[in-house]
Nanobody, 130 residues
């Protein structure tokens, strides 16, 4: 059974930084798509960043809305996914979710298909406000 547990959400001022973590368990394949999503109440969940774990962290994809301010990375030894958030803006306020996809086909391209992710964590809240 796949389990994803996020942490690291907090309240910060505009321009600040945070690092979100997602610890996974139950994922048996080396080739997995991992991603971060975010959701604001009343809006659809938005894919933010994705990584193809079999590529050693070299295959990443980002939503254009984050404008290069976020960085997704992985620690395969500790089964942990990270999202570094820099230059935070009030518009980044949302619940952030970790997600995984281990189906078929799986490659760096399919990791960009946000609707294919099927495993979800419970979320961690990020609030950006002065």
């Amino acid at each position: 059974q796949v389990q994803l547990v996020e942490s690291g959400g907090d309240s910060v001022q505009p321009g600040g930084s945070l690092r979100l973590s997602c610890t996974s368990s139950g994922i048996t394949s080396r080739a997995v798509c991992m991603a971060w999503f975010r959701q604001v109440p009343g809006k659809e969940r938005e894919g933010v960043a994705a990584i193809y774990t079999a590529a050693g962290g070299g295959n990443t994809h980002y939503a254009s809305s984050i404008k290069g301010r976020f960085t997704i990375s992985q620690d395969n030894v500790n089964s942990t996914l990270y999202l570094q958030l820099d230059s935070l803006e009030p518009e980044d306020t949302a619940m952030y979710y970790c997600a995984a996809y281990d189906g078929s086909p799986i490659n760096a391209f399919t990791c960009r298909i946000w609707s294919w992710y099927s495993y979800w964590g419970q979320g961690t809240q990020v609030t950006v406000s002065s």
